[in-house]
């Protein structure tokens, strides 16, 4: 995987508002050694794994989604994964100056694949999926039969689903946020603080920013994806345990609901809700406040505008809640 | 008010499976200064105010869900109210012997309105309510001016709402439940541990079965509503404080996913979800499998009998979970 | 079966605002030879079956939703039924005066149950109904067994469930409707102009306003139920053919968008809609526009009454479109 | 705007299953004139305006959603315009020897824009958009104010924004499909059979096939757009009037319920619905039938391959059903 082209970031938001003014700072590592326990809710009430300052660039072991406990096609999920127990995460961090009402910048710079092989895994589970009576939608209907998948996953040749169809290697970070101020929510969920949003722009080359709600931050991330379509639409994308790093800033006072991205090429907001028709609504009202207060647009003159040229992708619809990220080419922001 | 009548107590499942055989023990009370802090989520990280054998009755002061700081129709919610400390609960109290998968049987004694007139509350705000836009229905419509209604409120005379009418007092538990296991989630969202669903069943008289997810169930309740219309449209009913009774008995080993409800008519499932059909599939669902699994139906013969003489109430559709109870009566079981 | 106490209809809207003041007019059968082909939309495009002034009382010999086709237990409803042509109508009728803008009010008189025993039906079929993946609920999940029930229906001993079961006979009408103006949609859905609403308050006792958008409103109905719950959830309630009889009032230049009801307790609005949330934000919007409009309130205080005491009514959550009445007690309207 | 590249179409479904085999036979003119009245309902009642064979090459003078009443800036849609006589159609062309359980092929040849400038259209007007409050989303808050916004579309230099953003003109029609069986359904609404869709992959270049349910298939088509983002936000796209190509093969016993797409790339199902997740959930499971139908793969490994590559494109969230499409990238069916 050649690196991401990352002369843009000297103008971007963490560049120009970032305390570090998007400067890499400090290295860290977390391992599994260092990490120790893993974590599978978003809350203030977990000790801080790593406390750092803006700039920080962190490398993190994740875990995949199962904990690697899914080792061959003929594991059953129903017996092996022990719910609510699904979905472990590396952190939190503590990012020193953090407060409510401030903005944590994070860029991914590169999501690098590790453990034995097959270290892919995909899987059909009973009550979930996009496309199966669930806990949420629920019906009388059976069940279809659990299938597990085990892959080959390799940065350069990519995600061998068979014989004849091989997947580019593109890998994400599945969930990513910060803490809510009083609430512990499940890994599996995403929200206003990221979590679990399933959105493949969330990968190297990005900076999402996520809004701050408790002292420090506490930034959790996991749940690596190395190949992912629009909805994750069984609920299982392609599971593997990575290195993860990303960089680390501060931007104060930016204050904002929902988590914002940028690359190279885009700004966007995200979304996550049910029906997924509030999902699109929270990050196109998200989109067009934005525009109208950084971009001189009034309101109504940004809608229209997005009516035109705005883009819409689906993260998950698989989860508590649905995620879908909406965005502008900045070329267009005139 | 007169006291329901409770002869049909001795038949309910909380006599025939609970521990304590559905016999009053011990009783307590958790005044305002007992309690101290009050909490606003529901989990596993707050120390117990009690802890009680099955049997106990407990009566607590409870706040209304602004805690008492709404003292006037000239009051601004949104310059009074902190987000998210809002809707503080009672609690938590540890029910000796509860543990994952067990249930707990709150059966609810009485309700008494307390504190200075008019000391209902009721009022419009922004992005809340069911006839609005709102944080997850995020539109660009310009919103409602704020408006604050003061009510008087007498367990006898009933609410006045204006010289021309006046409701009947027909008080119930807005917000109640159990800890999850490892989630600390808002006081404001009602979820498969109960919480905040304000449905006007959970109310004096009706025995409520909440499942156990963590140790000693923890359970929290508080938000007493002393009238509401099904939905809860505007999102406020007519708060008010209380001094609310319950008695807590525990039956090991019913595990189930969703609140149940009995009353001396009906047994009713309750299910929380978005958008609104999930909720009532949920509820639908679980009093399926209920029937099938204790009534003697097979699960398309229950769905076929509910479909001719099934009862849907609407609890609300302003929280961040819709909540609806489905129920048949108990004559209808065969 | 008693006859409903009429009193009330003297003082009914109908009364006071019909052409024909409530007062019944000339008498018409539709027999089902005089109805010759019944009709599975409803649309302009049909020549009537009947043209009356405003008074007329007709008895419609009604077909149950499957025209009489499955007759045995043994009967597999997808061999037999045959898609788009299911739940046959009576109609149009044209009523002399009616023109766009106005109201047809309805007043439902009588419904009495004809055809040979079991003439009851139920069943399950395959994606179809509340509680199974279906056509817009898409899912891989195999489906339910096909399963029929029929049952003896009586108006004075009820609906035979089985030896232990037996339900009131309690009828209505599934769908009624007046014609779009120029759309001709199918039986099987309701919306603003009434259709398939599988409401059980339009029932004897009832009058029901119907928008006229097309010129002498062109009144459809057929699809009596013996009984129905709330949801109608497996999507076939008890089925079966009846003479349905109603008097027909028009009343000019009353104009609103959705079906509304009136009985001797109540006002109602209908709303159709999915999801489910918009069907009960369009009856309660219609709600607090009315009592806003006729009523003398302001809307923020209907809405903030309704919170109160506002009743939700689930007809359907299995047609096209999902159908809940919102309702306020007249006693209330101050 | 350079004429895409049609050589894959060589090997499309159209050529290698269409009667005509892909080849274009004989060519028509719809002008406005020889169109007259045009048509704002999809359904079988209207005569066809033309008859052809397989192959025909068809080219239509579309007008705008609008029918070109708004001129000016300064226009009141909500005086001009006069529902439901919106979205004029083209139509309908009886395809000789089309029948129910076949599907018309219809490849997208070009678009040209006509009409005096400036021709493109946009607007926001009450109760309609993505973002406001709507008959469906029916809510008490206050209307945006109108706005009408006129543009200069030109096929070579694009849509003129303003000063400093013009769009690449991306047209596509944004109504087109067949009869229902026995309804008549407004031009607005998009279905099964197409309809108001709204979505930007049926434009020049690509195939959509079409399930026929009336004889001759009566295909409609209008409403073109010179550009529109993801989801058309406020409801209106860049309207504008066309000249519009189109050649229709006819594909015998090729049967299916809902719309599907073919261009050089992808191949892709059309799902409408309410709430959203039901449309996805309708495109993809099409999707996956068509993969185990005609590609080979069993229903449980297309459901886990398109997990893992499909893509979600949203086409309209403001019209009655909101459409996206599903689809899988032609290289990636192995």
Not at 26 to 31: E, F, G, N, R, S
Not at 190 to 208: E, F, K, Q, S
Not at 279 to 308: C, H, K, N, P, S
């Amino acid at each position: 995987m050649p690196s991401p082209d990352t002369s843009w970031l000297a103008e971007s938001i963490m560049a120009r508002r970032g305390l570090a003014k998007g400067q890499p700072g400090q290295a860290y590592a977390i391992t599994e050694a260092s990490q120790g326990k893993y974590h599978y809710v978003y809350g203030p009430y977990a000790t801080p794994v790593l406390t750092v300052d803006p700039g920080a660039v962190i490398s993190a072991e994740t875990h995949d989604a199962f904990e690697g406990k899914i080792t061959s096609e003929s594991d059953k999920p129903t017996e092996i994964l022990n719910f609510p127990f699904l979905n472990p995460q590396n952190g939190p961090i503590y990012v020193n100056g953090a407060e409510k009402g401030d903005c944590l910048a994070v860029y991914i710079k590169e999501i690098v694949p590790r453990g034995p092989q097959p270290r892919g895994t995909t899987c059909v589970m009973p009550e979930f999926g996009g496309l199966v009576a669930t806990g949420d939608t629920a019906l009388l209907n059976p069940a279809l039969p659990e299938r597990v998948k085990k892959l080959e996953v390799d940065a350069v040749t990519g995600v061998k689903w068979n014989d004849k169809i091989t997947l580019p290697y593109e890998p994400f970070i599945g969930t990513i946020g910060t803490s809510p101020e009083i609430e512990a929510i499940s890994s599996l969920q995403p929200d206003y603080y990221g979590g679990n949003m399933d959105l493949p722009d969330v990968g190297p080359g990005a900076v999402i920013y996520l809004p701050v709600n408790a002292p420090g931050g506490l930034l959790y991330l996991g749940d690596c994806h190395a190949a992912q379509g629009d909805g994750e639409l069984c609920g299982v994308a392609i599971e593997h345990p990575t290195v993860t790093t990303v960089q680390v800033d501060l931007i104060k006072g930016w204050k904002f609901k929902w988590p914002r991205l940028e690359n190279e090429r885009v700004i966007m907001t995200i979304g996550s809700s049910r029906p997924m028709e509030d999902a699109v609504r929270i990050a196109y009202r998200e989109l067009v406040r934005w525009m109208a207060a950084e971009y001189g647009f009034d309101e109504i003159e940004a809608y229209m505008l997005l009516t035109q040229v705005g883009k819409v992708r689906l993260g998950n619809m698989v989860d508590p809640k649905y995620t879908l990220g909406a965005s502008i080419r900045k070329t267009l922001l005139g």
